[in-house]
């Protein structure tokens, strides 16, 4: 026999989901917020039809009392959601109920030619919104410390690496504007997205038909698409062209700017957890009491703030794939299934780019980077790094009877001693050049990697150009 469940026994509070337990996206996504808002669309809608003349002016505020989210019992809501298939159903049993206590004429105007459909999706774009300008802040604190970063090391010389190995010299500076250019990308399509967040509102199957027939009994001047419109308006919300009840682009168009939020996070993370570990000991987390250490090992330091990061950006497109999925096997004019699927898809994407984007607003902010470790790492890569200017600068100087050309399978056997023999490459390059073709200091200005950072410093004016942020730094 099953026993009773609690609320607490079934109430996630994000245990397992460290990433965003605690922070503000938490919150703006919670069951109880989700609940406002969908009490907030049904008491605008009233305010809508009080406007228009179709209901009585006094209603919507007799009601209001009603629409305050504590007075219902989420846990409850959630286990009676079953019975049909979504939470709206018994949420307006209920609101109704408390209405009819206050005034029983403004309960029979609850959800007046409204459909579950319309309250739903309308509601989780108010979160949608919520969270999204959550994420814009903290995203923007973010951009500001990657500025920063990027002005204060313009000249920060560095090892580059591409496939895990040295590759180039390059600037700190120019790493940071790189992580500024993806997130400055990111936060545009968020941007851009919020600005587009649609009401969803066309009753029982896109057509609002009972909204005209109430509107045509109710003799308002008003048609329905206008209290539609105006509705929208009141929500802080884009007037759709149409309802877009099988048409489930606005909500995949959330999971792909989130999606690209945490990519661009990640990336970030991924180089910072690369770069802190002690044998590379380029950068360092900022410290914060309780944070960071081991159960097990008390000399360990861990760099939370990345681990975390990373796997809201690994967790990111198992949700958005199930957002593309539920889209893409939408049926008829109200899907089966694949809507309901959307709704915790939607939730976790906004909670895990929520908690990343207030975790790497931390962790850029506060970024210690070890400047001495930068430069003793590029001189343990010693001139090899420059290898790729010595094939075009030096190895024509090495042409031998094989021609023009047969420098450079030259230059090549020369980077391969000292790669496998330990052999100095400025030195070899000594023996095989004349000083009297290239010179001591000509040599040394070849070797030196400082000369060899390309458009670093104007890159980063381009991308600081491009993403015009106040620097923290």
């Excluded at 200005?445 to 670093?456: F, K, M, R, S």
Aim: proline content about 5%; hydrophobic content about 45%.
């Amino acid at each position: 026999m099953t026993g009773s469940v609690s609320a607490a026994d079934t109430a996630d509070y994000g245990l397992l989901s460290p990433v965003w337990a605690g922070t503000t996206g938490a919150g703006r996504t919670g069951d109880r917020r989700i609940v406002q808002k969908l009490l907030d669309v049904e008491l605008q809608w009233l305010r809508v039809l009080a406007g228009a003349g179709v209901i009585a002016p006094q209603l919507p505020d007799e009601a209001a009392p009603a629409f305050r989210a504590d007075l219902y019992d989420p846990a409850s809501l959630a286990a009676r959601s079953a019975g049909g298939g979504n939470p709206v159903i018994p949420l307006l049993a209920d609101l109704r109920a408390k209405v009819r206590d206050i005034s029983p004429a403004a309960a029979e105007a609850v959800h007046t030619a409204a459909t579950s459909q319309d309250i739903l999706d309308t509601a989780l774009m108010l979160v949608s919104a919520d969270t999204l300008a959550g994420i814009a802040s903290d995203t923007r604190r973010t951009m500001s410390a990657l500025a920063g970063l990027a002005v204060e090391h313009r000249h920060t010389l560095c090892v580059a690496r591409t496939l895990t190995q040295h590759s180039l010299p390059s600037t700190f500076g120019l790493r940071a504007a790189q992580w500024l250019h993806g997130i400055g990308q990111a936060a545009e399509a968020l941007e851009t997205t919020a600005s587009r967040l649609p009401l969803q509102w066309g009753g029982g199957s896109g057509t609002l038909a009972a909204l005209r027939t109430v509107v045509d009994a109710s003799g308002s001047a008003a048609t329905p698409l206008e209290l539609a419109d105006e509705l929208a308006l009141r929500l802080g919300l884009a007037a759709p062209a149409a309802p877009w009840q099988g048409n489930r682009l606005p909500v995949t168009a959330v999971g792909a700017a989130l999606q690209d939020l945490l990519s661009a996070a990640g990336k970030i993370a991924n180089d910072v957890l690369l770069m802190s570990r002690p044998e590379v000991a380029e950068v360092s987390e900022p410290r914060a009491a309780g944070r960071g250490g081991s159960s097990a090992m008390p000399q360990k330091r861990n760099p939370v703030l990345s681990v975390l990061i990373r796997s809201a950006a690994l967790a990111g497109p198992g949700c958005g794939a199930a957002l593309q999925t539920a889209a893409g096997a939408a049926d008829d004019e109200r899907p089966g299934g694949s809507w309901h699927t959307e709704w915790q898809a939607l939730r976790s994407l906004l909670r895990l780019a929520s908690g990343a984007a207030e975790k790497l607003a931390e962790l850029t902010e506060g970024l210690t980077v070890n400047t001495a470790v930068l430069r003793d790492n590029l001189l343990t890569a010693g001139p090899l790094v420059v290898s790729e200017r010595l094939m075009a600068t030096v190895a024509p100087l090495l042409d031998d009877d094989g021609g023009p050309g047969s420098g450079k399978a030259r230059l090549q056997e020369l980077v391969t001693a000292a790669q496998t023999m330990g052999s100095s490459l400025g030195e070899m390059l000594r023996k095989s050049v004349s000083a009297d073709v290239l010179s001591d200091a000509e040599l040394a200005a070849q070797l030196d990697p400082a000369n060899y950072v390309g458009e670093a410093s104007a890159l980063i004016d381009r991308i600081l150009a491009a993403y015009p942020v106040r620097s923290s730094r």
